[in-house]
């Protein structure tokens, strides 16, 4: 079985050596549905119920009869506030109140997730950096510029890194076509806007952690 490798950026954002990937992270398959299933629930999940209209009680306007009972020739009705006239109320329409969420086995979104990370690797589009050393938001943005131009991305870049509050200080005001993501909050969709990801090597614990690989176990 081919052993499967990491490529690992120095601090000048180069490629500096490879070190052993485990498979249970990094060779994991998912079919196109599941992926789709895992992003449609992010979005899901995103999404806020903001349209709301007025039903027939909710319409300002007289509750007087329109029109008499019979003999007028035409149906007979209450108020005008029905929802068959123009400024009428809306029957059936959204409330405000709609839950849009969508629920998701969690080992199918780990899955989806892993599987997404597989084909970053196998696409070359996965890096593992060198224990970061900047401490000012001046130096991350330089040396992220040096990766851009080294590696020759022009698109969407992200770093994946886990609870570091120092580390998150100096990126989280970098937003030139950079992103910011955490591996507890790591879902399908950030990944898919990724066009090159960045691992911390505390991010790549925490996701042999969640893969349940353990820790004297050879990452092949």
């Known amino acids: 079985m081919k052993m499967l490798k990491i490529n690992i950026l120095d601090q000048e954002g180069k490629v500096s050596g ?3 990937a485990p498979r249970q992270v990094f060779a994991i398959e998912a079919s196109p549905l599941l992926v789709a299933q895992a992003v449609n629930r992010v979005l899901a999940n995103q999404r806020k119920a903001r349209a709301k209209v007025k039903t027939r009680t909710q ?16 149906a007979r009705h209450g ?6 006239f123009v400024g009428g109320g809306v029957s059936h329409g959204p409330t405000g109140s ?10 199918m979104v780990k899955k989806a997730i892993f599987a997404l990370l597989s084909a970053k690797l196998a696409e070359g589009k996965l890096f593992l950096l060198e224990e970061p050393k900047f401490k000012k938001t001046k130096e991350a943005f330089v040396f992220l510029q040096k990766v ?3 590696l020759s991305i022009k698109q969407n870049l992200a770093l994946l890194l886990e ?17 910011l993501l955490s591996v507890k909050s790591l879902d399908a969709l950030s990944l898919l806007k990724t066009d090159c990801l960045l691992l911390t090597p505390q991010a790549l614990k925490e996701l042999e952690k969640a ?8 990452r092949s």
């Not at 580390?167 to 005001?173: A, E, G, S």
Request: aromatic share 4%; glycine share 8%.
């Open 148 to 150: 851009r131009e080294n």
């Open 163 to 179: 609870d570091n509050p120092s580390l998150r200080k100096c990126l989280r005001n970098i937003k030139d076509n950079f992103e």
């Open 98 to 107: 709609q839950n849009y969420k969508k629920k998701m086995n969690q080992k």
């Open 79 to 84: 108020d005008r506030q029905a929802p068959i």
């Open 59 to 74: 319409v300002n306007g007289s509750g007087a009869k329109i029109w008499r009972q019979k003999g007028t020739g035409h």
């Open 211 to 218: 893969a349940g690989v353990k820790q004297n176990e050879t």
């Open 18 to 20: 490879q070190q052993p």
